[in-house]
């Protein structure tokens, strides 16, 4: 018998110390979003060329990498792998300051990817062990916040950054280096101040098992097929959230830009305000709604809250076709939002509903379909859907279909799930 989870307050730094890690990787992660347009200019980019860099390079590694790091994080010292997965990260945003052509940006952006949805996956099944079941919608709660503040700084921070180096602030330092690519050589060395405080975690003892971290793999496949009428609708809901959040979140700026007559650092401060504000609003809605659904004894209460969002997420979708930037700004505002809360209570129920041998391979294997789907083929099906409307001045309505059509399907797929959640009868 292992011991029992820590209580909440004792495990909070820890948990401090993994949302500081998860949000510093999603910070490098969508550093680039921010800045395309200048590497466009620069490096003479096409649309389609950055759907490609923004989404496919990160769609390649999570479907080859993300099931065996899940495989990974269910059988080795988690601790230990984060750190070399947030070393992995920095390395792709060095190689995204200096890379000569478009063939190593792509490579740089894939260990960018490797590196911080890798270490999703080992912070939220450390964060499962940290917590008791009862609490493990708060503690999620905490990471989370860290992924939003991340996602946030990569439009605030880095936007920032692009501006006050365009305006000369740092030429002693970076000489002659274009704007989008000082902000990244900034960012790389901050990541690895940053990233220190992992060196100081340990790896906790393991908990809620059903065949145990050394069963055989055919054992741990035979446990999730016994699941896959629960795990094939919530997977698919989750896709589609991130399909949206992905597409939007890669072509808001360009929008922006092209439509409102506004530059990265012109929406820099505000956007990131707002996504970090949605991010906070969406991690706490999520983390309360799955502490309060799993109270409620309701046969899928946990993800009543995830259904909720998937719907209010389809008019929200319409955010490219606003008619100024206030409401562009609200709209999505609550589009992240119910990405947020969608995803933190997609992330308990893996935590609740599974055991622990299961967790980092069925995250892993969400984060590979997510990443062929969400970041592989949205942004590129936004370029697909802007050219058959007429080119890339269509980029706000194409933006908005799929958009639209994505949310919509999440609803539907989460609603499925919720009525098909396993039982949960797991051992120490």
């Not at 969508?30 to 800045?35: D, I, K, L, Y």
Request: with cysteine; net charge positive.
């Amino acid at each position: 018998m292992t011991s029992a989870p820590p209580p909440f307050a004792r495990a909070m730094p820890r948990l401090l110390a993994l949302a500081l890690a998860v949000g510093i990787g999603f910070t490098l992660m969508g550093s680039f979003s921010t800045v395309q347009e200048g590497a466009k200019a620069q490096m003479g980019l096409s649309d389609v060329q950055l759907s490609l860099i923004q989404g496919v390079s990160i769609a390649i590694p999570l479907l080859l990498l993300s099931i065996p790091i899940g495989i990974a994080v269910d059988r080795v010292n988690r601790v230990r792998l984060l750190i070399l997965l947030s070393l992995l990260g920095i390395t792709g945003t060095l190689g995204t300051a200096f890379a000569p052509s478009v063939e190593t940006l792509f490579a740089a952006r894939m260990l960018t990817a490797i590196g911080t949805t890798g270490g999703l996956t080992a912070a939220l099944s450390l964060t499962a062990d940290l917590c008791a079941t009862a609490a493990r919608g708060r503690g999620t709660l905490i990471v989370s916040l860290g992924q939003r503040l991340g996602i946030a700084a990569g439009f605030g921070l880095v936007g920032w950054l692009f501006g006050r180096i365009g305006q000369g602030a740092a030429e002693n330092l970076l000489g002659a280096m274009s704007p989008w690519r000082g902000a990244h050589l900034i960012l790389a060395v901050l990541a690895a101040i940053l990233v220190v405080p992992l060196l100081f975690l340990r790896e906790p003892a393991r908990h809620e098992m059903e065949a145990g971290p050394r069963a055989a793999f055919r054992v741990v496949l035979g446990e999730l097929w016994q699941r896959r009428r629960f795990l094939g609708p919530l997977f698919a809901g989750q896709v589609s959230v991130v399909m949206a959040d992905a597409a939007g979140g890669i072509w808001a700026v360009p929008v922006l830009s092209r439509n409102y007559g506004v530059g990265p650092d012109e929406v820099a401060g505000w956007m990131g305000l707002m996504i970090f504000l949605a991010g906070l609003g969406g991690a706490i809605l999520g983390g309360i709604s799955a502490d309060l659904g799993q109270k409620s004894g309701r046969p899928g209460g946990l993800l009543l809250g995830a259904v909720i969002a998937a719907a209010l997420g389809i008019p929200a979708a319409l955010f490219p076709l606003s008619p100024n930037l206030p409401v562009f700004a609200a709209a999505i505002g609550l589009l992240l939002l119910c990405g947020t809360l969608t995803g933190l209570i997609v992330a308990v129920s893996l935590t609740v509903f599974l055991p622990n041998e299961l967790r980092g391979l069925s995250i892993g294997v969400f984060i590979a379909i997510a990443g062929l789907i969400g970041y592989g083929l949205a942004p590129t099906a936004v370029a697909g859907v802007s050219k058959l409307l007429g080119g890339e001045a269509q980029l706000a309505p194409a933006l908005a279909i799929v958009g639209v059509a994505t949310s919509a399907l999440a609803f539907v797929a989460f609603l499925a799930a919720m009525r098909r959640c396993p039982p949960t009868n797991f051992h120490d």
